[in-house]
C-alpha cells in the first residue's frame, strides 16, 4: 500500500489506504464480505491443518526415534482402512465446499445486473479513460454512483492491461481486440485506488487510477460538467487555454514529467517549453533536429512516431481521435505557458 500512494492523481487521496486487515484495504462493494468469507475460510483451513500435520510430525519424530543400536521394528502396518477413509473423506468435503462457495461467486460476478450503469475503459500506456455514455472523458478518474450496479466495458489500445480495485475485490484483465468486462456496486460514497495489475512496461507501476463513489445526484452533476468543460473554455483567453491544458495534461503525466526533480521515461514539458522559449532546435534519435512549436507538438500527439527524441524511445501511443483540435491547442498553450501556472517541481504557482 506504500507504493500505491506515489501512484494518486494530483489532488486526490483514498480512503481505502486507511484500515482494512493485514491482507486487504477495507471492504467497499457488495461483493467483498463473500469473497473474504471465503478467503478466511480457506486461510484458517490452511493454517490448521499446517499446525496439526507439522505437531504430529514433531510428535513421531519424538516418539518413534530410535533409542538403542540394532533395534529392530516389531510390527509393520501395512494399512489402516478407517484412517485412510477419514483423511480422504474430510479433505474431499472440504474441496467440495470450497468448489461450491466459488463457483457460485465466480457466476454472480461474471453476470452484471441488466439495469448496471455501464462505463467504457480504455487502457493505454499507461493511463486509464473513462467514458460515460454522455460523452464525459474522465482519465484516471473513474466516477460512479453510489448504490448501483456498475458494469465496466474495457479494452486496451496497446498491450495487455488490468483493472484491479483491491477495496472491491474485483479484478479483469484488458485485452487489446477485444471486450472484457466486470462488473461491481458500491454503497458508500468515497474514493478507492484502481490498479493495473499486468507488468505492461516501463510506468506499469504508475498506472492507477483513483474510483471516486458519488451520490446519485453528485454523480448525475459532476457527469455532466466533465462532459462540457472543454466547450465552455474560451479559446481567445491564453490563460484559460493554459489551464485546460494542464487538466488534459493527466493523460501524460504518467510518462511525460512537470516536475524536475522527478523526470519520467519520456522528455519532461519543462525541456520542451524552455526550447521553445529559447527557440533551441531539438536532436531527434535519427540525427535530424526539429524546431518546437506548434507543429512539433500537435504531431507528436497525434503520430508519435514522427519525431522520437534522441535519448527516448518510440513507445508513445496516439491520441488521434481521442483530443480534438481544442484539447491539443490547450494543450500546447499549456506546455507554452507554464511557467505561468507551476512551479519547476510541478506544484502549483500561487493564484495559478
Ligand atoms: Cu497497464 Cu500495467
Redesign the pocket.
Known amino acids: 500500500m506504500l507504493a500505491a500512494a506515489a501512484a494518486v492523481p494530483e489532488g486526490w487521496s483514498t480512503d481505502d489506504l486507511e484500515g482494512g486487515s493485514m491482507w486487504m484495504p477495507n471492504p467497499a462493494s457488495t461483493f467483498a464480505g463473500s469473497i473474504d468469507g471465503v478467503f478466511n475460510f480457506i486461510y484458517w483451513i490452511c493454517l490448521i491443518f499446517f499446525a496439526l500435520i507439522v505437531a504430529m510430525m514433531v510428535y513421531f519424530c519424538v516418539k518413534y526415534r530410535r533409542r538403542e543400536e540394532g533395534q529392530k521394528a516389531e510390527v509393520q502396518i501395512t494399512h489402516n482402512t478407517s484412517l485412510e477413509l477419514t483423511w480422504t473423506i474430510i479433505p474431499l468435503l472440504l474441496s467440495v465446499v470450497i468448489f461450491y462457495v466459488g463457483l457460485e461467486g465466480y457466476v454472480q460476478m461474471r453476470q452484471a445486473p441488466a439495469n448496471a450503469y455501464e462505463v467504457q475503459v480504455t487502457?493505454q500506456?499507461?493511463n486509464w479513460t473513462f467514458t460515460h455514455r454522455n460523452g464525459a472523458q474522465d482519465v484516471q478518474v473513474l466516477k460512479v454512483p453510489a448504490g448501483r450496479p456498475v458494469k465496466l466495458t474495457m479494452t486496451s489500445t496497446d498491450?495487455l492491461?488490468?483493472v484491479y480495485i483491491p477495496a472491491f475485490r474485483v479484478k479483469q484483465d484488458v485485452v487489446p481486440g477485444r471486450y472484457s468486462s466486470l462488473w461491481f456496486q458500491a454503497d458508500e460514497p468515497g474514493t478507492y485506488q484502481l490498479f493495473?495489475?499486468?507488468?505492461?512496461?516501463t510506468s506499469?507501476s504508475q498506472?492507477a487510477a483513483i474510483v471516486s463513489v458519488l451520490e446519485e445526484d453528485e454523480f448525475e452533476r459532476q457527469i455532466a460538467e466533465d462532459a462540457a468543460w472543454l466547450d465552455k473554455v474560451d479559446a481567445t483567453n491564453a490563460l484559460a487555454m493554459a489551464e485546460a491544458g494542464y487538466r488534459l495534461y493527466a493523460r501524460c503525466a504518467s510518462c511525460h514529467s512537470v516536475n524536475l526533480d522527478e523526470p519520467g521515461s519520456a522528455p519532461t514539458f519543462w525541456d520542451t517549453h524552455d526550447m521553445w522559449e529559447a527557440g533551441t532546435p531539438r536532436q531527434m534519435a535519427d540525427g535530424s533536429s526539429v524546431a518546437i512549436d506548434e507543429n512539433y507538438i500537435k504531431t507528436s500527439i497525434l503520430y508519435p512516431g514522427e519525431h522520437v527524441v534522441a535519448g527516448y524511445v518510440d513507445q508513445m501511443p496516439s491520441f488521434r481521435g481521442q483530443l480534438d483540435e481544442k484539447a491539443i491547442q490547450a494543450i500546447f498553450t499549456f506546455i507554452r505557458d507554464m511557467d505561468d501556472l507551476l512551479n519547476r517541481d510541478g506544484s502549483l504557482k500561487a493564484g495559478g
Request: glycine share 14%; with cysteine.
Open positions: 487502457g500506456k499507461w498491450v492491461h488490468s493495473c495489475t499486468e507488468y505492461c512496461g506499469h498506472m
